[in-house]
């Protein structure tokens, strides 16, 4: 887990960058009109956002300060996340030593928890998620692309 938290330590400060490029401007596009069409972020009063990063989530999406919780294992992105969202909740932590007894309508885990804690990381973000909640979650797949699940 150390080399995941080094890994976006250091690509912290200039992580939103990257989707600037027009190379990945189409993609992330995309991606994020898909995401705010799959989420329908309003009928959710509790969001536990996994791998919450630089708060990209909270950048497309306007939810509750007081029904957010966002972590992640790189201090250096939740900074970057502070920065731009400073009244949410966001912390750092480790996935797998996170603790909590809340459940939640919506659990997030948007390109992080389960490419680096496999099986066990996905398990473990079912155990969150409210009776009649929604776990969304998005994979990496062997060909480099992503599946949403």
Do not use: W
């Amino acid at each position: 887990m150390k080399n995941v938290e080094k890994l976006y330590d250091e690509a912290a400060s200039r992580y939103d960058n990257m989707y600037d490029s027009e190379q990945n401007k189409n993609i992330v596009q995309a991606e994020n009109k898909f995401l705010q069409e799959m989420l329908p972020i309003d009928d959710y009063e509790t969001v536990l956002d996994c791998g919450a990063g630089t708060g990209l989530f909270l950048d497309l999406f306007s939810v509750s300060t007081d029904g957010y919780v966002g972590f992640d294992i790189s201090g250096n992105m939740i900074d970057e996340a502070k920065k731009k969202h400073p009244d949410f909740n966001l912390f750092k932590k480790n996935f797998l030593d996170y603790q909590d007894t809340n459940k939640y309508d919506l659990v997030t885990s948007l390109f992080s928890i389960t490419d680096y804690c496999g099986n066990d990381g996905f398990y473990k973000l079912l155990s969150f998620v409210k009776p009649k909640g929604f776990l969304y979650a998005t994979f990496m797949n062997k060909n480099g692309g992503y599946d949403a699940t």
